[in-house]
């Protein structure tokens, strides 16, 4: 299935597409092991840099540590790109500093700005000092756009022409250009002000005959970034109109730089990965951070939860002589409340999720809200009936099998209203929703759910 | 900040970026009402394709029946791309049959494809029906490859050129063709037997002088992708290595088509959709599903959620005896089940994005899972100290005190464990982790922490 043409030393296996290849790794640490550079670089060589920092964040400290000073100059700045937030900074304090200073002289501008953004200050300036002055320059302009703004994303080199040229002028000025950006798919045509009007793909003008004006070439979809515009919604922007390139534009409107669509993707991931964790309790954070750096971020959600969970004590412990005279209430009280806490996460998710996309607007909000209930209502139903025998078959009595259907029903219902109304308030307040909603939610399905079945029990059985 | 130059319908001001704007959804309903159709051409113009669809989505079924019917022949094919399945069943439906041909004449053929593959049976023959016999036949050729492959994310239209042609050459060979794709990025180097064998990306082609081979100017990063690859890998291999296009080749490694960067990010964000959705219980769907669909998608991870909970509760039973003295302990052991579950789910999130970025391997899980424990260890006794303290104060027992703290360290480091074991075997036998992870781990830790609450409960109380 492998063409043989392809060389990075990845396996390609249905399975495990793009794993890194164990052999290669154990080969790899073996080189180390042994401090044969010569056949380190062998093995390296093949390798993009993205698996590169693969690598390094799957192996240990020790052998990174030592990987990193065998394989000495060959560094390359991108496998620093590459790299974990928790590693680079690692990796960047093992680096022999001239070899850092080489490194780092071979990224593209807005790879340095990336790279400098996440770095302690005496790490930033040992940088910054490695740069050209022209590049220092331009970098620290970078970084004075606000952080995760469409102005740090960007780079600055465009190809631009003014709006009334034909396709045989720009072909010219492209083809007498010496410093063409290496990677750009768009044109952009600039108003004499140097406001973005239009995009024309390199494709379109390969194909078009020379006299044919660049106007008549345009794309159709256009769409011109803010350069502080948040770089979520950059990256929507890309995702929903299906860009590749888009100018970005400074306050007056004049053409500063261009995001590009590999970038943006990046973001998009990015974004994902952070809704998926915060959505979980999970902050930032990965694989190779330390156990106590993990430990405290994972902490508060923990707390926030362990608060929660003493709250539904309380609720639970206002029925103590009830569930004295009935022990099999505290055995099936965690069930009720169990059903309520997961139909509220599959209630909050979507509506989280729907909110991140734009899908759910003022438009619709009393349409879904009315949906989540009616579907809480009817699983409610279902399982009501089936934990109502449960109930009556378990402890023969139709009273505690009614309790605890009642109750499911109850739980179920508040649970879809909880899970949507919760995440569309937390929105309306500026506060994100996959980071705070589970809380709130899981909090309404406890105390609801031991309440209504403690509560009937208490009328129904006493 | 905004230019004026761009005309895309939607809000452009920082909060609500892209957002459709309320206003004139509000007009376009109320020229639906009126039936001025006039002025809903005129409203709906300035609209991308991927707006009307959100439009459509977020207005109800009855608005939007009335909104296609008076919008008629104006109604572009680029709109049902762009819809929900759910959706776009139901206005497929709608459309005036010789509109819907119409518009599925304008589409890409790998457009088409993805409109086709979700539809049923009959809509499928009525949407081929409508088209030209070559495109027909092409659409066919793409379907048979499987779903969710490289093939079928792939267009066919590919700009190949002999290895050893020069710039020049490729240049006269692109002006000549009148049948260029509308995007494309890269020239394909082939060799005589069409493997490909590298990209030169147009830029640099515009930027190099005529005689210069374009070997010379081959793109550093190369990915060649099986036809039958899953679009999963494939949008893994674009984000991993940054490509922006890459060519697709059959079993003997002939070029077939290409894939674009901008189909990659589409799958990547449709995968992550589906992850989180998963994660959280819920199958795929959209907002805009009826309550039936979705009380369907939901109620197998509620049934399976009943099960887990009914285990635990059997847990809870082999211990009445001891509830029914200590009723105290029936208040406090669901702090110590909801703390587990709470754990687990973070480490389980961890493990699961993890795998799904190759981030997790055989070269660092014991790492992985050493720390996830220790973690728990640490969270534990900070956790089981506070509740120790909770325990004394609220019942006055320091046995109690000390029963709840222990349990609490036991039940955070096994959801440690489970949480990041479970995912690794399920990805080991081909389940995916995301789905199937959060039932086994819950349940886990719910049986966990009852058994050491009530178990140590009933040892030192008794």
Redesign the interface.
């Known amino acids: 299935?492998?063409?043989?043409?392809?060389?990075?030393g990845t396996d390609?296996g249905?399975?495990d597409?793009?794993?890194?290849d164990?052999r290669r790794?154990a080969q790899i640490l073996y080189a180390v092991d042994t401090n044969d550079k010569a056949e380190l670089a062998n093995l390296m060589e093949p390798l993009?840099a993205?698996?590169i920092a693969?690598l390094l964040?799957?192996?240990?400290a020790y052998d990174r540590a030592r990987l990193i000073r065998l394989y000495d100059r060959e560094f390359d700045g991108e496998i620093l790109s590459e790299l974990d937030e928790a590693i680079r900074e690692e990796v960047i304090a093992i680096l022999n500093p001239q070899v850092l200073a080489e490194a780092v002289r071979d990224l593209d501008s807005d790879d340095v700005v990336d790279l400098l953004e996440d770095l302690e200050e005496p790490q930033q300036e040992a940088i910054l000092d490695a740069l050209e002055d022209s590049d220092r320059v331009a970098i620290e302009q970078s970084l004075s756009y606000p952080e995760n703004s469409a102005g740090r994303l960007m780079q600055r080199e465009v190809v631009m022409a003014p709006e009334h040229w034909t396709v045989g002028q720009a072909?010219d000025f492209?083809?007498e250009?010496?410093d063409?950006?290496?990677?750009?798919?768009h044109v952009v045509m600039v108003s004499p002000r140097l406001?973005?009007?239009g995009n024309v793909?390199?494709?379109?003008i390969?194909?078009a005959r020379r006299e044919v004006p660049l106007t008549d070439l345009r794309e159709e979809?256009?769409?011109?970034i803010?350069a502080?515009?948040?770089e979520e919604?950059v990256a929507?922007?890309?995702?929903?109109?299906?860009l590749?390139s888009a100018p970005v534009?400074d306050?007056e409107?004049r053409l500063v730089g261009v995001i590009t669509?590999?970038d943006?993707?990046?973001v998009?991931?990015e974004e994902?990965?952070e809704?998926?964790?915060r959505?979980?309790?999970?902050g930032e954070g990965?694989?190779s951070d330390r156990?106590?750096d993990?430990?405290k971020r994972?902490?508060p959600?923990?707390?926030v939860?362990?608060v929660?969970?003493?709250l539904?004590?309380m609720v639970?412990?206002m029925f103590?002589d009830t569930?004295?005279r009935f022990?099999?209430?505290?055995?099936?009280?965690?069930?009720v409340?169990?059903?309520g806490g997961?139909?509220g996460?599959?209630s909050?998710?979507?509506a989280v999720?729907?909110l991140a996309?734009?899908?759910?607007?003022?438009?619709?909000v009393w349409?879904?809200i009315r949906?989540e209930v009616?579907?809480g209502l009817?699983?409610g139903l279902?399982?009501a009936v089936?934990?109502g025998c449960?109930g009556l078959l378990w402890f023969g009595s139709p009273q505690l099998g009614a309790v605890i259907g009642v109750a499911m029903v109850i739980n179920l219902v508040v649970a879809g209203l909880a899970g949507t109304v919760v995440p569309v308030m937390l929105e309306k307040m500026?506060v994100d929703p996959a980071l705070a909603s589970g809380a709130f939610v899981t909090t309404v399905t406890?105390i609801v759910g031991?309440f209504a079945f403690l509560g009937l029990a208490g009328l129904v059985l006493l």
């Open positions: 299935m492998s063409t043989g043409d392809e060389t990075i390609k249905q399975d597409a793009y794993m890194l164990r790794v993009h993205a698996d693969d964040e799957q192996v240990n072909i492209m083809r250009r010496s063409l950006p290496a990677q750009f798919y406001h973005p009007v793909t390199l494709g379109r390969m194909s979809t256009f769409q011109v803010p502080d515009q948040d919604d929507y922007a890309f995702n929903q109109y299906h590749i534009v306050d409107g669509i590999d943006a993707m990046a998009l991931d994902h990965e809704d998926i964790l959505l979980a309790g999970v990965s694989l156990v106590i993990t430990t994972r902490f959600w923990l707390a939860n362990l929660t969970a003493v539904a004590s639970i412990s103590e569930i004295a022990v099999a209430l505290a055995v099936l009280m965690p069930i409340a169990s059903m997961n139909a996460t599959q909050l998710t979507v999720r729907a996309t734009r899908d759910l607007t003022g438009s619709n349409r879904v949906r009616l579907v009817v699983n279902i399982f089936v934990m449960v500026n406890d031991f």
